[in-house]
């Protein structure tokens, strides 16, 4: 479920990116007036009534960046990953650019944007993400790199396979469960031998997850007992 967000939080993000990523700090531009209003409406917790107003101008001007990256951050802002995610998509489709607002809430936000911004990644499926959640991880808590693990496993990029491997390393079970489900969500023959070895651990839930992997590599690779044979040999 979304945490509400509070005012605290929006004044403090919008102090250091809406002013200055949407032209709040004194440039001119065809919709201040607009960004301006939508920026008071969110302030004043009138969250629904400042994606009406925005939602209002993008129609009269549907390839503005400066309006579709405005609703990308009041949706990363609100922690709403699906709909940021759509929302990023529609900013590089109409404009062509690539946003690295992303990046900025996961490594600034509250805790929910956070979450939601490591989601948004995830749904984007871009390799891009892969080095801003690899170096998100560790950083925080148990919690977060489990959040953090799932979305790598969801991108599905093998230069993700190194940091999901030392993963299987955690002192939580619930991370080194989450990375073994993630490298055979990768499928990459790398992870064979790590997750054999894995297999040892003293949690049982860790152990099926690493089983689960290897079977799912094993489907492009080989059987498990082929797949020890033949890296093991390598």
Known sequence: MIEKRTPVSWRALAASALATCLGLAGCSGP???VISRVKDLAE???YIAAHKVLEAEILQDPKSSELLELRLELLLQGGQPALAAKAYKI???ETGQESDLPSQY???GTVPQRVGAVRTMALLGDER???SLSETYGKTDAEMDRVVVAALGDLRHDSATDLLISALQSESWAVRADSAQALGKLRDPKAVIPLF????DEDRSVVLAC????LSISKEEGSPVELYAKYTAS
């Open 31 to 33: 919709h201040d007036e």
């Open 44 to 46: 004043a917790d009138q």
């Open 91 to 93: 900013l590089r489709e």
């Open 106 to 108: 996961l490594n600034t």
């Open 129 to 131: 993400w892969v080095k």
């Open 197 to 200: 070895e894995a297999m040892k």
């Open 211 to 214: 089983g689960n992997a290897l």
